[in-house]
């Protein structure tokens, strides 16, 4: 069966590094996203990962691990703001189908 | 502005009365999809469109009809809504260039059935 799993819920102090992980079993694999979602808002594209290695984009990076099924997000330099939930999705083929995990409650403290 | 705009953002209605929830983008983007979101399991794909009069069963279909007339459209129609179908809806859009799907999401649509 399709499966995402993230933790649940997450906390770290402003300034910390914090990883987020998401292990994924799908029927096929055409890249994993992340998204934020802040309380009440939408969803905002974080990052696209589809081949092996480290994605870096400011402060937010990304890992991704094919063989292992293995993702995590990583965020450097943590501030208030970053409190929110990360989203990790994967399109399980060349089409549009994407699948999401729960979401990981991510809470910054000072 | 580049945006997906959704009407209406909150709705409350009564079981078995149909309804649309509208999706529009206007930055011309071929793929499109609907979403709900409710706690604990969070994001789970209705139904998507790759393009005009192409559309597929997400995960969980079961109680929704789409249709893509148009490109910039993308309603989701309840023929007969249920308390179930309580829930946070997203549309969101993407120019599904190869393989990429960025995906821009509207702002929700907050729907409860009594």
């Known amino acids: 069966g399709q499966n995402i799993d993230q933790p649940t819920e997450m906390t770290a102090t402003e300034g910390a590094i914090v990883q987020i992980n998401c292990t994924y079993q799908?029927?096929?694999?055409?890249?994993l996203f992340w998204y934020q979602q802040h309380a009440g808002e939408a969803p905002t594209f974080l990052s696209y990962?589809?081949?092996?290695g480290l994605e870096e984009k400011g402060r937010f990076s990304s890992f991704l691990s094919r063989s292992k099924g293995y993702s995590y997000l990583l965020l450097k330099e943590l501030q208030m703001k970053d409190s929110a939930s990360y989203l990790c999705a994967v399109s399980d083929n060349q089409g549009g189908k994407l699948i999401f995990g729960q979401g990981t409650e991510l809470s910054v403290k000072p | 502005e580049a945006q997906v705009t959704q009407n209406p953002r909150y709705l409350i209605t009564v079981t078995g009365k149909k309804l649309t929830v509208t999706c529009s983008q206007n930055?011309?983007?071929?793929?499109m999809s609907w979403y709900r979101q409710d706690p604990g399991l969070g994001l789970r794909q209705i139904y998507y469109s790759m393009n005009v009069e192409v559309t597929d069963k997400g995960d969980v279909p079961e109680g929704y009809k789409v249709s893509r007339k148009e490109k910039r459209n993308f309603p989701l129609i309840l023929e007969s809504p249920s308390p179930n179908q309580t829930s946070l809806y997203f549309c969101?859009?993407?120019?599904?260039?190869?393989?990429?799907?960025?995906?821009?999401f509207g702002p929700g649509t907050r729907l409860t059935v009594t």
């Open positions: 799908t029927s096929g694999f055409n890249g």
């Open positions: 990962n589809v081949l092996d």
């Open positions: 969101a859009s993407s120019f599904p260039g190869q393989g990429i799907y960025e995906q821009y």
């Open positions: 930055m011309n983007h071929e793929y």
